[in-house]
């Protein structure tokens, strides 16, 4: 019988036909593989939940050797200082808050200088403290120049005894105060007399008494209106101090 020649047609039909049996036998293998192995297929991605994943690495940089060297006098005079410091017995400051006072612990000790004191009210409060609200009015706040400073001994002159002020009792501190303090709105004027006679009565003064730049004796208002003209004590600026 003779034999069909098969045309080129035919023959690339036949092999494109093996090929994809191939390939189906093959993935059908690579399936029975897989369910062997015990994992099982999903029609959909799903996340991975975070408890699978493991913690970040935290490299932690090695601290540099301690130096076998023995302390330097001047560091152990440091920490002695130090120690000194935080035994010491704080000066309370008192800045504007609102319509108020607050008294804020400082760096100076009780009993501190007068002139620190009033220099320590013309820095005004720590960038902290300001954060929160407190102010200073015992520098102008044009030239920073201070308000109100303490006044030398030939600046001052004789202030009128107070009757209500023991005489055993050390002189009352007598403050200076700056030309441009008249220019302060009343309300602000009353609240800078309170600071500086808070905070110098605090200190371990008596009274303060107030001059003007040539040396005169100034009578100063009080927070209730009236004038006082006698050595200023804390009782008089009392109800100035905030009561949030």
């Not at 600046?155 to 009128?160: E, F, H, N, W």
């Amino acid at each position: 019988m003779p034999r069909r020649r098969l045309s080129s047609r035919g023959v690339s039909r036949r092999r494109l036909s093996s090929r994809r049996l191939l390939a189906a036998a093959v993935a059908a293998a690579s399936m029975v593989l897989v369910s062997a192995c015990g994992v099982s297929l999903q029609s959909s991605a799903e996340s991975i939940p975070p408890d699978v994943l493991p913690d970040p690495v935290i490299v932690t940089p090695t601290p540099a050797p301690a130096s076998t060297s023995s302390a330097s006098p001047s560091a152990s005079a440091s920490a002695s200082d130090t120690a000194t410091d935080e035994t010491t017995a704080r000066l309370r400051l008192w800045f504007v808050q609102e319509n108020g006072l607050v008294a804020v612990e400082s760096s100076l000790p009780v009993d501190s200088n007068p002139d620190y004191v009033m220099q320590a009210l013309v820095v005004g409060p720590t960038s902290v403290q300001a954060a929160q609200g407190l102010r200073t009015i015992a520098s102008d706040p044009l030239t920073g120049q201070p308000l109100a400073i303490i006044a030398t001994p030939a600046a001052g002159a004789p202030a009128t005894p107070d009757p209500d002020v023991d005489p055993a009792l050390t002189d009352p501190v007598t403050v200076q105060l700056n030309q441009a303090f008249s220019a302060l709105p009343p309300a602000e004027q009353v609240l800078l007399l309170g600071q500086v006679v808070l905070s110098l009565t605090g200190a371990g003064e008596s009274a303060v008494s107030f001059v003007d730049e040539s040396g005169a004796p100034v009578a100063v208002p009080l927070p209730d209106g009236r004038v006082l003209d006698t050595p200023a004590r804390a009782r008089d600026y009392g109800p100035l101090i905030y009561r949030p």
